[in-house]
């Protein structure tokens, strides 16, 4: 008599309960950094292209998807395969003078981006009153709290369940009763013809991909001790992040597109402020204030969180010091000092510069442009020669995240150069 086969079910439900173990256990920095990249100045960006074009940059918002997929995941795989950050791999394939040079541009960004954070922060403040000096210097000391408390987990705990605030975007479209008919027919009108349109194409790119969002994710996938098994639920984590951030940037887009777009096209939107009373007329002035202003203060805060620590990991990666949100501060003082001096120091300027915050954004936003060439050039190359020749990009692939790169970079220097 021949034995019954055992039913394959339960090996297949075992395999499948130990991927989404694995899964699980890799989430975290891939929706972080996304979340992060969808802050108060992409934010802005979106209002403002949904308020001048319309339904027209629903298009290029989803054509940005594969892009910060395929960037995004390089960093994750050298993180996996080196278990190095992104300026310890730059000192240790081309010298300690580059890594510096590189830290040094990734530090000043960092505190031009919290500049764009924190005025994000007293724009949700401003809104029910509070003076942006205080808004500012609560956030300040809550975000060096949670950084020096010493654990990884608990940064990105709180950094995605404050970052997840951005989805109130979604309803707030829908309060905004788009027109289906012309939503449709906006997703077929790329009038690349018309400069004005292509440079805020260029800033939607310009504000895809981040000099700190390359040193943060592979910086927190060294920190989590995410081990090559778990690569692909590091890329899950990646692709969902992807997704996510950019359907908050459609909605932000359908969101003004739908009322201001359509009511007083091509009106100025610079800030929290102004969108939200721009908003008001249409969904309603409670809405407008706590439904966006609680979106804008979650991406804000998430990505000042993001920003200053990429800042902190690529000073200690560039000079070999400890650099760890696991390490107590006595045991990694510089990285914690970076930290905190990121922060304060973006603090300060806020403060000071009340009322000239659009003139200091632009400058921000040339900055990471300029840098942008440096940034994916290194990453890039750090690709083709940091990992073994099993972990490296090949054939279609490799040719998708080369052109990707290459539209980021020209799409970023046009801007940067119109700009100035």
Sequence with gaps: MIPAREPAAPVRRGAALRWAALAAAAAGPGLMVMLADTDAGSIITAAQSGARWGYAMILPQVALIPVLFLVQEMTVR?????????????RERFGAPWAALSVATLFLSSVGALITEFAGIAGFGLLFGVPAWLSVSLSTLLLVALGLS????????????????????????????PDVGALTAGLGRLPLADRGYVFLVAANVGA???????????GAVCDKGLRPRQLAGARWDTLVGSVVTQAVMIAVVVATAATVGRAHPGQELRSVGEIAAALSPFIGAVAAKVVFGLAVAGASFVA??????????????????????????????????????????GAVLVILSAGRLVDVSVGVEVMNALLLPVVLGFLLLLEARALPRRWRMRGAHRLAAWVASALVMAFGLYMAVTMV
């Design 208 to 218: 895809v991909i981040m000099p700190w969002m390359v040193f943060y994710q592979q």
């Design 78 to 90: 050298l993180g996996v395969a080196t278990g190095r950050g992104h300026g310890e791999l730059i």
């Design 304 to 345: 000042a969180l993001v920003v200053s620590i990429a800042g902190a990991y690529g000073v200690g990666e560039a000079l070999g010091r400890p650099h760890s949100l696991n390490r107590p501060v006595r045991q990694a003082p510089l990285f914690y000092g970076a930290y905190t001096l990121a922060h304060v120091g």
């Design 150 to 177: 010493g654990s990884y987990r608990r940064v990105e705990r709180v950094g995605v369940a404050v970052g997840l605030l951005e989805l109130l975007f979604i309803p707030a479209a829908f309060m905004a009763h």
